[in-house]
Structures are given as structure tokens and as C-alpha cells.
């Protein structure tokens, strides 16, 4: 094992340490409580060691969060689809659901906050585009009609769902019925076959 692969393992597993960080402070205390001064300290390395992997600061630290919550989310997602479960809109809905409440600082970076990367662009991260993706399958796949569109209305009654939820705005003793309704709107037949 030569030098530059250890130092590559380090350097990568420095950037995991300050991501990782960043979403349990987060998660705790809201994003407004990570600062690079912060997470440098939490971590023991200085500040100009996080500008060296986050030349944009805290916003490319933010920015980390969400591409790597959307890996998270696309690996979530996918192991409900591809279960041998007869329900799996219904059981996709609810993921969906249970990943934004349990990760909610990590859900905020991705969905909510200012990010530097496009959606739907060349541009596009892979993580991104897989979390897409799974929205495209739990709607029916590539194949079919407007699956896209589908998935992007999916996406937002889900997202809707969350934030609304996430801040008392609904029902908490009507989440099961919005999921049925939901459910019945998409069709849970409209999931692609293996």
C-alpha cells in the first residue's frame, strides 16, 4: 500500500468526520449551530483543514450533506422497492416518510436549503439522479407514460407530507389515511415488476 493511497483514505475519512458532524449538530441543535470554528473544534483539526476539503466553507459542507443524504435516501428507498412485499407504494410511502422524520437535518440540506448542484441538468450528481430514479421505479419505471412527471408529483405530495408534518401543520392521528390516499392516487400497481 504506497503513500498517496493512504493519504487518500485519510483525506477521505476526514471528509466523512465533518460531514457526519455537521448532520449530528444539525439534527441537534438545527443547522444555524454548524460553523466551520465548530465542526473544526468537534473534530480536533484547525480551520484551514476544513477549507482545504470545503474550499466554500460551511455551504460546501451543507452541500456534502445533502449529496450524501441523497445516497442514503436512494439506498433507503431502493431496498423497499425491490422487497418481495405485495404493498410497496404503500410501504415506499411510508420509507419516505419515516427517512425525512428520522433525518431531519439531513432532509433539510437536501430538499430545503440552497444547494449548488441542479436537479434534472448533465450536471447532476449521480446520488441525486438515483434518488430520482427510485422515484421513477416506485411509480411505474422509465417505460411507462409520464413516469416522470409521476415521480416528480410523487415527490412533491411526499415533500409536502414531511414539511407540513415536521411542523404540526397535519393531523398526526390522520397519517395512516394520507397514506392510504395517496397510495390509492398512485396506484400501487404503477411499481415497475422485477
Given amino acids: 500500500m504506497g503513500v498517496q493511497e493512504r493519504r487518500m483514505r485519510e483525506r477521505q475519512e476526514r471528509e466523512r468526520r465533518i460531514i457526519e458532524c455537521a448532520r449530528a449538530i444539525a439534527d441537534s441543535e438545527g443547522w444555524s449551530a454548524v460553523t466551520t470554528r465548530r465542526l473544526a473544534n468537534e473534530i480536533e483539526y484547525s480551520p484551514p483543514v476544513l477549507y482545504g476539503h470545503f474550499p466554500d466553507g460551511r455551504d460546501g459542507i451543507v452541500n456534502a450533506v445533502a449529496i450524501a ?38 432532509y433539510e440540506a437536501m430538499f430545503s436549503m440552497q444547494l449548488e448542484v441542479r436537479f434534472a441538468d448533465e450536471s447532476t450528481p449521480a446520488e441525486l439522479r ?3 430514479g427510485v422515484l ?27 414539511v407540513l408534518s415536521r411542523t404540526q401543520r397535519l393531523r398526526p392521528d390522520n397519517a395512516g389515511a394520507r397514506i392510504d390516499e395517496l397510495t390509492e392516487l398512485f396506484g400501487n400497481s404503477a411499481v415497475s415488476e422485477k
Wanted: no cysteine; net charge negative.
Fill in 136 to 162: 421513477v421505479d416506485a411509480v411505474g419505471g422509465e417505460g411507462s407514460p409520464d413516469a416522470e412527471t409521476r415521480a416528480e408529483l410523487l415527490w412533491s405530495a411526499l415533500h409536502g407530507m414531511s
Fill in 69 to 106: 443524504g441523497f445516497g442514503d435516501f436512494a439506498t433507503t428507498m431502493r431496498a423497499v422497492l425491490d422487497d418481495d412485499a405485495d404493498d410497496h407504494l404503500t410501504r415506499f410511502i411510508t420509507a419516505y416518510l419515516d427517512f425525512s422524520a428520522g433525518n431531519p437535518a439531513t
Fill in 130 to 132: 438515483d434518488a430520482f
